[in-house]
């Protein structure tokens, strides 16, 4: 075989490598970023879940609150 195809082939193969290689590190990044997304997220997931509950709680000691402050007002009318 004549030498050019011999050159021809090493930068085939060359060329086929980088490819790869290049597909195969941005393919590891991306992967990379998405986990850190997926982190993020879930961690905004859990501040709106517990923002929910502190929510609740605070209807409920306001509907407490309202509660204690009509049993006040009726005991002072009685007293």
């Not at 961690?43 to 006040?72: D, G, L, P, W």
């Amino acid at each position: 075989m004549p030498t050019e195809i011999y050159v021809a082939l090493i930068g085939l193969g060359g060329s086929a490598f980088g490819s790869l290689v290049g597909v195969l590190a941005s393919a590891k990044l991306t992967n990379y970023r998405i986990e850190q997304l997926e982190k993020k997220v879930d961690k905004h997931n859990t501040v709106i879940e517990r923002t929910y509950k502190i929510e609740e709680t605070q209807a409920v000691m306001q509907e407490q609150i309202r509660v204690a402050n009509h049993r006040i007002e009726d005991l002072e009318r009685e007293g």
